[in-house]
């Protein structure tokens, strides 16, 4: 666990105070790591504060982040992950925003199946953004003409 913590007052500045930390912790059946970062000043011109969090938890088929960033009045918070599943994976992000009074909502999911005695490769991926929602579906198979007819290879 790291830290650091500074506080401060001047009459032209006014107060100022930031803080920081980050921190690893290990367990048997992960890690979670944890970052931030915090600002606040109050002077002549009125009170600013921003704040940036960030956790991650790995662990060995995949791992999971968090973030929140507030600077004043606007804000953005995430979640995204991305996991091994048997033949294929889980990748996904989902983020909330307000910038400068505009809402905005996004979000994706990517699934994938991925199997090395197959001959198809698939992923279907959602993705939500302003415009609404766009699916994309990608597949993959390859065929050959062998000695004896079609053969069937890997991507």
């Known amino acids: 666990l790291g830290w650091d913590l500074a506080v401060g007052y001047s009459k032209s500045a ?4 930031h803080v920081a930390a980050d ?3 290990v367990g048997k059946d992960g890690t979670l ?4 970062d915090a600002t606040l000043t109050k002077g002549a011109q ?7 969090l960030a956790l991650d ?3 060995q088929g995949g791992h999971l982040v968090f973030k929140l960033k507030v600077d ?3 804000y953005e918070v995430q979640l995204s992950g991305d996991f091994q599943i048997k033949h294929g994976y889980v990748k996904f992000t989902l983020s909330f925003a307000d910038k400068n009074g505009q809402n905005v909502v996004q979000g994706t999911l990517d699934l994938g199946y991925v199997d090395a005695n197959s001959d198809l490769k698939l992923s279907l991926e959602a993705v939500l953004g302003p415009n609404g929602l766009t699916l994309k579906l990608d ?8 000695p004896n007819g079609p053969v069937a290879e890997l991507p």
């Open 33 to 36: 790591t944890l970052q931030g």
């Open 46 to 52: 009125g009170l600013n504060a921003k704040l940036d």
């Open 23 to 25: 921190a690893k912790f």
């Open 139 to 146: 597949m993959e198979f390859r065929y050959y003409w062998g």
């Open 72 to 74: 004043g009045g606007s």
């Open 14 to 17: 006014g107060i100022q105070a």
């Open 57 to 59: 938890y790995t662990t």
